[in-house]
């Protein structure tokens, strides 16, 4: 997994499959202050990828706070599937797919979590067909991490 | 349908009628209805019976569940401890192949192979891995061949994951030496394994249209169903424990499995060879994928 560092260290972009071979090790010695980690690039998350990241939130230091924005779909499912996978950060805008259920043409939208809470989901219309989405997961579950 | 493969079916219409019969009969298998739809205890009777020192201690358990979700799972795992459960769907069925086959797998001992499993002619493939650096090109061979078969690609990328899963697991924690100490288990995924020439992986995958199945079948017979029941009833727990800090993996290889296939399934010759299956129906939708429920079987045989 490969990450970019932009705006003076404030926000970090991470690319690639989270997997044995991720290592955060480098990015843990640069985080300071407040960090947002853009995980739109993130891709496919392996069990001991899990771990790789749950090692690295539970190694950064208490005076830093992580924001995640771009959560990736595989990305919340680990969210909802291991207790300890979020540490402290805190996600602050994740992606819901949606679903065409006229011509089944896939997108996914970003949504804003920030303030901790279950969203009411607004979807855009189909952007081949302009008919009415719906989300392609079940609510209940994929925003089980929120409240409310 | 299963009288008319040839079964011999005796139904009990209230479960609690069924303990005093297995006291005083024999069967080959147990199926039960978990809900209790009355919202009486009779299932629980039954699983209890079955439990208790007697005639109906060894016969086999089949259960079927309805309710989804990570807390009923968790109870058929850590409470129940169930080796085999189907999924009833919203229409009140169970896929009427998956019950044929694990009745027949449970009934008659043969137990290996994805081809029960699906339609005559069905499109199949296989690869033989050796090394542990092979499996990078044999989790892209699973996607390609999820995502040509018709899968939504989220649901493509869980059958690719799931092959991740699979094969690691084979590789690393299934090898294991003449006196059944594991070999590979304590190294890091990032160390290198080579298996010798007579102890090749077989990473399969097979597609009716229908349905998309995979499976990692490995030469050592070592994992054992108590095992597969403790580390997913460890990882539904949720608790501190429930990403391993030893070295080698992080224990969650079986979860991650049973999450992102629709039916998870292991057979097992002991010391001879481990067959992991992974089922998913081909959907278009993620959604339509994530909605339905579970189903699990662990399958042991002395036999071939």
């Known amino acids: 997994m490969d990450h970019e560092i932009k705006n003076d260290g404030t926000l970090v972009l991470l690319k690639g499959r989270l997997t044995e071979e991720s290592d955060f090790a480098p990015l843990l010695r640069q985080l300071k202050g407040t960090v947002t980690l853009n995980l739109a690039g993130m891709m496919r998350i392996n069990s001991s990828g899990v771990r790789q990241w749950v090692n690295f939130m539970r190694d950064v230091p208490a005076d830093v706070t992580v924001w995640l924005d771009k959560c990736p779909v595989a990305f919340v499912n680990q969210i909802n599937m291991i207790s300890t996978f979020l540490g402290h950060a805190v996600v602050r805008t994740m992606f819901v797919p949606c679903l065409c259920p006229k011509c089944e043409s896939s997108q996914e939208v970003e949504v804003d979590v920030s303030s901790g809470k279950r969203p009411t989901l607004a979807l855009p219309p189909c952007p081949d067909c302009g008919a009415p989405t719906e989300a392609d997961v079940l609510e209940d579950e994929y925003f089980a991490f929120l409240s409310g | ?304």
Request: hydrophobic content about 40%.
């Open chain 2, 1 to 304: 349908m299963l009288r008319s493969a040839g079964h011999d079916v005796v139904e009990m219409a209230r479960a609690q009628d069924a303990p005093a019969w297995l006291r005083m009969n024999r069967a080959n298998l147990a199926i039960i209805d978990l809900e209790d739809p009355t919202g009486g205890t009779g299932p629980q009777l039954v699983t209890r019976e079955l439990r208790r020192p007697g005639p109906a201690n060894t016969m086999p358990v089949l259960a079927l569940v309805r309710a989804r979700g990570e807390q009923r799972v968790r109870q058929i795992f850590e409470g129940e401890r169930l080796a085999n459960f189907l999924a009833v769907n919203e229409d009140d069925q169970v896929d009427p192949v998956e019950l044929a086959v694990t009745v027949a797998k449970i009934v008659s001992g043969d137990i290996f192979g994805i081809e029960r499993y699906l339609a005559p002619g069905a499109r199949q493939t296989q690869m033989n891995i050796t090394d542990s650096r092979q499996k990078a090109d044999a989790v892209e061979s699973v996607h390609t061949f999820a995502v040509e078969s018709g899968c939504h690609a989220r649901v493509a990328e869980s059958v690719a994951m799931a092959a991740d899963e699979l094969v690691t697991n084979a590789i690393y924690n299934a090898p294991v030496d003449a006196q059944g100490k594991p070999r590979f288990t304590h190294l890091a995924r990032t160390v290198p394994v080579i298996l010798s020439a007579g102890e090749v992986v077989s990473l399969r995958m097979g597609h009716d249209g229908r349905k998309v199945a995979i499976s990692v079948v490995d030469p050592f017979g070592s994992l054992s169903p108590t095992k597969v029941q403790d580390y997913l009833a460890k990882c539904f727990a949720k608790g501190e424990d429930q990403v391993d800090s030893k070295d080698g993996g992080a224990g969650l290889g079986l979860f991650q499995i049973f999450n992102m296939t629709q039916h998870f399934i292991i057979n097992i010759a002991p010391h001879r060879m481990t067959e992991a299956i992974g089922l998913l129906d081909v959907t278009r939708s993620y959604k339509q994928f994530t909605s339905k429920a579970r189903s699990f079987n662990v399958f042991v045989t002395q036999g071939g």
